[in-house]
């Protein structure tokens, strides 16, 4: 049959186990030191005793008048038993230099050879020595009688080992109740450290932690998200590598241990990071990221930090920008479908009116029109997103009433763009300031109209038109792009806070565009100011650097003999009815051009 498989100890069992084992070595060490120390020096205290006893026994005068006379036992035995007795030791023997004794604890022994060394003692020294005579082993001291420099006798004062090794057995109930009382304290202390170091590692094994330990690690730097733990002091206790690269913390950069404030990260996110009370999904922007945010506070009994994750949100934002900008083209492309059906059935009832000669006319400079437009901007911007986009805008300008005017020095030759320039940050850029340059001017335009009033905004531009002008031009150095807008401008006290997330004239739920528009920039190693246009509204400037390239030379402008705008879709400034950009150059600029820039 088989065994179950058992699960094993818990780290805190074994360190437990392990400490006691030690604890109880360590006692029982100590208690044999002490045992064998205590026996030594038990030994050498009875040795200093019988020699004080044997030394003193032999500077007695009486003993050196009784060994004189004919029967020294008779005056010794008494004098020695006394000294035994007063002193404690196992016996005092006192005999002639032929070591026949003179006295012993037992009479029946007097007369008797002493039985041990006495050489050294009748050469006039005294001497300690383990000997076993007739009352067993015992430790003796041996030293001579002098009288006038002779020697007449020697003196033997000694106690029995047994009586040594009783005093020390006496000391051994107390060293083994010691001994006892530190293991149980030792115990009791180990048990109560390791139920606490049980409880922070609940209960997990030596093995399971460290397999917890490598898949935490392994966790750490495979996840994509960025993890950050904050201790209560908001300091950073831990941070992995999608953390680091997401709030752009280099891989080298001392973070752990370092305040939240110290990381020089933008304003909202310091706070948010700071805050007391849990963050869901809030989006924030680095210098070169958009990021979402979520903190969870880490609460025991006392508060101990926060957790938080960060997703990288740029990409897809900046996919959410390009949707919205096609489906800004998809509804230009149905506005111009129902505008082209509108010219075709004037071009279909003039045919029926028998007017084939105005029908012709209105065709053929509604296509001439056409292609002034789609002209204009490809040959003034030959890089295909771009040009892509200010036909679209253009069209969705014109759905709002706002004329969208490209400006006559623009120029980018095709290649003029780096690689590594990318296509969509030049539409997150250019998109979201021509977008905001549309809602600032269409408002504007229709704030003047309630005022009663129709100034014109700039020289060559419609009166009382709303306007979007657009510079974009690549020099070889940078690429700069400028939207200036008819609207109302912006209070220059706020110049500082419109790139900040959340800023906006909309309301809440908007701000995202222009905050989006300067880390575009930044990420680019680009530039964006902001100051008033020729026209009274906001003028936002992008620079880019281009890593010096060569720059396009601008074809001059030749005009054509094409027909005069008419009215509909495609009409310039002259008529005022038109979506497209100003055609500048090419075939088809008509009468209505001005000097500064042409609109169609």
């Known amino acids: 049959m088989r065994l179950p498989r058992t699960r094993p100890r818990s780290l805190a069992g074994q ?8 604890i109880a070595a360590v006692v029982a060490g100590c208690a044999v030191f002490a045992y064998a120390s205590g026996s030594a020096q038990a030994e050498e205290t009875a040795a200093r005793q019988v020699r004080v006893a044997a030394l003193a026994v032999a500077d007695s005068p009486s003993v050196r008048e009784a060994i004189r006379t004919p029967d020294p036992s008779a005056v010794l ?5 006394r000294v035994r007795e007063d002193t404690g030791i196992a016996f005092v023997t006192i005999m002639d230099p032929r070591r026949v004794r003179w006295t012993h604890p037992d009479t029946a022994r007097i007369g008797d050879t002493f039985l041990g060394n006495t050489a050294r003692a009748l050469r006039g020294e005294t001497f300690t020595e383990t000997y076993t005579g007739t009352l067993g082993p015992s430790i003796r001291v041996v030293t001579p009688i002098l009288d006038e420099g002779r020697i007449v006798g020697l003196v033997s004062a000694g106690i029995t080992v047994d009586r040594v090794s009783s005093q020390v057995r006496e000391q051994l109930g107390a060293l083994a109740l010691a001994a006892g009382g530190a293991l149980a304290l030792g115990g009791l202390g180990t048990y109560v450290i390791n139920a606490r170091l049980r ?4 209960g997990m ?5 460290s397999r917890l330990h490598d898949y935490h690690q392994a966790t750490l730097h495979a996840v994509r998200e960025g993890l950050l733990m904050l201790d209560g002091r908001r300091r950073i206790a831990l941070i992995n590598d999608a953390g680091r690269e997401l709030l752009g913390l280099g891989p080298d950069a001392e973070a752990v241990g370092r305040r939240v404030d110290e990381l020089a990260l933008p304003a909202p996110l310091t706070g948010a990071l700071l805050a007391s009370e849990a963050r869901v999904d809030e989006l924030h922007l680095t210098a070169e990221r958009v990021i979402v945010l979520n903190t969870r506070p880490v609460v025991g009994g006392e508060r ?3 957790v938080v994750t960060l997703r990288d949100h740029t990409e897809l934002q900046a996919l959410s920008g390009e949707l919205d900008s096609e489906r800004g083209f998809t509804q230009a492309l149905r506005s111009q479908a129902h505008e082209a059906a509108n010219r075709l059935h004037t071009v279909v009832s003039l045919i029926e009116l028998g007017r084939v000669e105005e029908a012709v006319e209105f ?3 509604e296509l001439e029109l056409a292609q002034v437009l789609t002209d204009r901007v490809v040959g003034a911007v030959e890089e295909p997103v771009l040009a892509a986009l200010l036909l ?10 706002v004329e969208l005017v490209l400006a006559e020095d623009s120029l980018i030759d095709d290649g003029a763009l780096p690689p590594s320039l990318a296509p969509r940050d030049l539409v997150t850029i250019l998109g979201n300031l021509i977008d905001n340059a549309v809602d600032a001017a269409s408002e504007g ?3 003047t109209e309630g005022a009663g009033a129709a100034a014109p905004r700039a020289a060559g531009g419609a009166a009382g038109r709303a306007r979007v002008t657009v510079t974009a031009l690549a020099d070889g150095r940078e690429l700069l792009l400028r939207v200036a807008d008819t609207g109302a401008g912006i209070d220059p006290e706020a110049a500082d806070e419109v790139f900040r997330r959340g800023w906006s004239t909309h309301g809440a739920g908007r701000g995202l565009g222009l905050a989006l528009v300067r880390q575009a920039a930044h990420r680019n190693g680009g530039t964006v100011e902001l100051d008033t246009g020729p026209d009274g509204g906001a003028r936002f400037t992008v620079r880019l650097p281009l890593g010096g390239r060569t720059a396009g030379v601008r074809p001059t402008c030749g005009h054509g003999s094409g027909a005069a705008p008419g009215p509909g879709p495609g009409a310039g400034a002259a008529s005022g009815s038109g979506p497209g950009l100003a055609p500048g150059c090419g075939p088809g600029a008509g009468a209505g051009a001005t000097a500064e820039e042409v609109t169609a």
């Open 392 to 401: 679209g805008k253009a069209a969705q300008g014109h759905e709002r009433g």
């Open 15 to 22: 360190l437990f186990a392990m400490q006691v084992v030690l």
């Open 363 to 365: 065709a053929t400079a």
């Open 445 to 447: 335009f229709e704030g």
């Open 205 to 209: 094994n030596a093995a399971e932690l």
């Open 304 to 306: 101990r930090g926060t």
């Open 199 to 202: 409880r922070h590692t609940h």
């Open 77 to 81: 035995q008494p004098y020695a038993e």
